[in-house]
């Protein structure tokens, strides 16, 4: 199984609300339900963000709505790259780019 590493504004919502891309908590939920680890990367800190749609309780009460274990790690740069093992792979994706279609081609696998 992968260990897959997501950033939140933008990537996985619209920027800065609460309110998910199409298809991006599904397609979370597919990779979990395959034994996938997911873990969030985000800049949303309660140090600057307290009592903004984007604080540390606005994402868990978010992130709350999935139904399998996850691992978010607030207040840190999103990764730009990430690498396997063999430090060969590399991933960057688009931001505000439809989920459904990532879901799509998991579905097909």
């Not at 309780?57 to 990430?82: A, G, M, N, Q, V």
């Amino acid at each position: 199984m992968a260990c897959y590493f997501f950033d939140i504004d933008g990537t996985l919502t619209q920027y800065h609300t609460g309110k998910w891309l199409p298809g991006a908590k599904e397609y979370l939920e597919a990779l979990a339900k395959r034994g996938h680890q997911i873990v969030f990367v985000t800049m949303r800190s309660n140090k600057r963000d307290a009592g903004k749609e984007w604080s540390e309780e606005k994402t868990e009460e978010l992130l709350s709505e999935l139904s399998f274990s996850y691992t978010i790690l607030f207040d840190c740069k999103s990764p730009r790259i990430i690498y396997d093992d063999s430090k060969v792979f590399a991933e960057k994706r688009k931001q505000n780019s439809d989920w459904w279609k990532e879901l799509e081609a998991l579905e097909r696998e």
